[in-house]
């Protein structure tokens, strides 16, 4: 019914940025809270940074000063600006967001496809 599509990844020098975008498809649905998350090599997934419906931000902190999360309500539509990127950035990024269908039914957790992330020279 939701789906959250992903889109910005890609290769980048150090130092360089990437901006990802992340937008929920559907109808007849509400969204709360989103964020994104990300697995280095290696590692667990981990919070990147995370945005509530009111617009309050958390960020993890070996992104604070690089990393700005932001939301277009009236898109349906998530974004990570990545400033000053370096070589452990390096991931896999997935977007999540708390979804319903309708009044009355349960919010639910969704995951969007992932997007590589690649800082290399």
């Known amino acids: 019914q939701v789906q959250l599509v992903e889109s910005g990844g890609g290769l980048v020098q150090p130092g360089g940025s990437l901006r990802l975008s992340c937008a929920a498809s559907?109808?007849?649905?509400?969204?709360?809270?989103m964020g994104w998350y990300r697995q280095l090599p290696g590692k667990q997934r981990e919070l990147v940074a995370g945005?509530?419906?009111?617009?309050?931000?958390n960020y993890v902190d070996s992104v604070k000063g690089r990393f700005t999360i932001s939301r277009d309500n009236a898109k349906n539509t998530v974004y990570l600006q990545m400033n000053s990127l370096k070589s452990e950035d390096t991931a896999v990024y997935y977007c999540?967001?708390?979804?319903?269908?309708?009044?009355?039914?349960?919010?639910?957790?969704?995951w969007g496809q992932g997007t590589q992330v690649t800082v290399s020279s």
């Open positions: 999540n967001a708390w979804i319903r269908i309708r009044d009355g039914t349960p919010w639910t957790f969704y």
């Open positions: 559907g109808s007849m649905f509400s969204i709360s809270d």
């Open positions: 945005i509530s419906s009111g617009g309050s931000t």
